[in-house]
């Protein structure tokens, strides 16, 4: 079942991520990414991390991704025309390095020192209050300081994207 | 004897103090002479004395300084006084103090007046610390120290083209005989282990035998050193074939011609040679070589004057005859004859030179002969002391340069072998010089006036600071001879210098063989005559003869007025292969090769950077493909190390 | 059951097509759109290695990957308005003021 279900998912991924990348459309790009996101939420869920996927179903579908369509609207921008003109050896070279990672996976040792089973998910007595355990007590100065990171960024922009700041 | 020490510093001091004035400050400009003239005469006085402490205590030794120590070499500088060194000096201060006096008067109002005097106190400070070097290395040193100056001197009016190349030519003469020279006395060190004169003298010998392979040949050593070392007076002393410069050098001042032309700097090869004899006369084959060169060139170097018009030249071309005589006298045992030969040449040499200085200044700057004529009424002191000069230089008695020049005929005759060869080359000379100088008085000062009408009014005689010089040196050149009278117990030359140039009594007493000595005098005295009356023949008498003798035998008179064509032969085989060998070495090695190197340099960095630049296109995708690019590569590595 | 290997897989291409996307793509806002791809990839591999390891760092580490992904979409765009307002463009091939 899992294994359908991952096919599945895997499958749309790709496609949709594609999609992102060989849109004309700056909107048909930023539609095709959401739809990646949820495949990717999906096989979250798939993986036992159902607080994960939620989370960003609600931050990158619902907040990044409207921001982007926000931008995109705003600046009213029409389709270009072609790609870049390197784009033939930045295909050639995507590939070159998708051969040489599948070499470099295949190579190492994933399956001997992963068990293929992984523990049912009742052991970890719930997705959501094990991060939340993690994050208040192990990881609370990150936390704090994801904080920071986030009021910076939200002044940098309001000063960045202020009108006459640096029109002169 | 720390008075020694004088004798050079005080012109040293003089070239200092006047050279440091005009540096900072206006200089001393025409007011030089009150520095330099007092320091010669000091310089003359402290060397009378040494003369007399010498003559009767015996050698002086002074050593100032030492210059050079490394290993087991050493060589100081330092004033040495022998009895050879105290003639010299009294020669060379004699000759400089009356030089001194002489510019006070000829350079007056010459733009260069202080210079000149700066560099006349550098060159007598030169050559009187070649005189009493004890070793082969301060004697080089000075050597080139008096070639240095004769260069300063002779183009001492540089902005004249002639003066600058003749200076240069003597220069680089001088350069061919000293690199023999230098190469001798390397040689002498590698085989003796120092340069001392003493100690050369001692071992030296002891390489009698030994033989040295160069380039396949095999050389005594003791003849190479021998005969490099003469390379060295070869140039110095003008001899075949290196006396191109000497002419030249008149482009110099006449007092310069006087002093360094004559008396002194010219004198230093043939000094060389006698006070180097114990070298020489390890080697019979190096004093023959020294003979036949002093001969040849006696004999070649009065042909040419004999159709010279410039008076100057005459005087030079004779002055190299003279050195002739003084070369072969000591290429033939008789260093002592060949030394008093150079005192007496060189007081009625300088005569003669600074006489023909006072008819060039009374003319303002003619040095014509065919221009001139009829100067003895307007000239007087000029006249007098010329002619006494003259007398002298032909060798008539009771003259000076009738004992001299005798005494080197009698040895060359007596020298056995081929000695009556260069005794008969010697009188042949002595014909030509008795010719050649009284045709230059007759031309000058007697016989109808073919002056400039414009110089012929301004025509006056020579101020005294200039005629009492003239006249000092008249006297000399009437008394000095009288030291060497070839009579037992009055002979002084032979008394004084004997024991040092001719040591282990290879100098027969020719006092004692009375009967040769008066013939082969009487045949010299007949010489110089013959060649006086004939003189007078063809320029006071008949006139017109010579120009008949010139259209009759063309080639001869061209040959000797153009100096045998030495000058072109050497422009041709050696000046210009030279010019044109170093004009392609600049071309390719300095231009195409080191140029371009450099150059290249230059242009391969911007050819690169603008390539480089290339890089920064400010194009953030070209940046991501090259990291892209690059974690291919790293990937690559892995998996090949892997 | 599903290898970790095939997770890791797929990460991988994600991720290289988020590459290509980012040299290839003209238009700057797509271009930050491939980077969320790789760094959607990222965190695929994060939560994959998570469940198989049995641990929950990798899970707190996706958090933060959020956080910061956020942050960067949010002060990226604002410049990218601000890049607008100025040169009226949004290919990034005439923001090349750094050239030479």
Redesign the interface.
Known sequence: M??VL?SYF?GM??LT??G??A?RK?VN??LS?LV??FH?AG??VL???E??AA??II??AG??LV??LF??M??N?RG?E???T??L???T??L???I????????SG??DR??????PAA??AG?TE??GR??YTT?LF?FEV?SM??L???I???I??K?G???R | MTTDALIPLLPFAAFVVIGLGDLFGRGFGSRAHWIAVPAAFGSLLFSLIAFGSVLSGGPHDLPLYTWAVSGSFRASIGIHIDALTAVMLLLVTIVSALVHLYSVGYMRGDRGYARFFAYLGLFTFSMLMLVTASNLLQLYVFWEAVGLCSYLLIAHWYERPAAAAAATKAFLVNRVGDFGFALGIFLVFRLVGSLDYDRVFAELPKHAGEVITVAGFDVQAVTLVALLLFMGAVGKSAQLPLHVWLPDAMEGPTPISALIHAATMVTAGVFMIARLIPIFSLSAAAMSVVAATGAATALFAATIALTQNDIKRVVAYSTVSQLGYMVMACGLGASTAGIFHLLTHGAFKALLFLGCGSVIHALAGEQDLRKMGGLKSRLPVTYWTFYIGALALAGIPPLAGFFSKDEILVRAFLSGGAGILFWGVGVATAFLTAFYIFRLIYAVFHGASRLDPKTAASVHESPPVMTVPLVVLAVLSVTVGWAGLPIQGLNGIEAVLGPLLSPGGSSEPVSGQASLLLPLMGISVAAALSGWMTARYFYLTRPELPERLATRAPALYRLSLNKWYFDELYDRVIVRPTRRLADRLWRTVDVHTIDEAVNGVGRETLAGARILRLIQSGQLQHYALVMMVGTFVILTVYLIVQ | MVPLSYYVMLSTVVFLIGVVGVLIRRNIIVLLLSIELMLNAANINFVAFSHYLRNLNGQVFVFFVLTVAAAEVVVGLAIIIALYRGKATVQIENINLMKG
């Open positions: 899992t294994t991952f895997a991924i790709v991520a594609a992102v990348v849109s700056p790009s930023a990414l990646m996101f990717v096989l979250f993986l036992d991390a607080f994960i989370v960003q931050v990158y907040a990044i921001l982007y931008v995109v705003l600046l921008l270009e072609s790609y870049h390197q784009y050896v930045g295909l070279i995507g070159a390095i998708l040489e990672a599948v070499l470099v996976v295949s190579r994933f399956a992963v068990p293929s089973d992984p523990a052991s970890l997705n094990g991060i993690a994050l990881y990150p994801a990171i986030l910076l960024a939200m940098g922009a309001i960045l994207a009108k700041m640096f029109d």
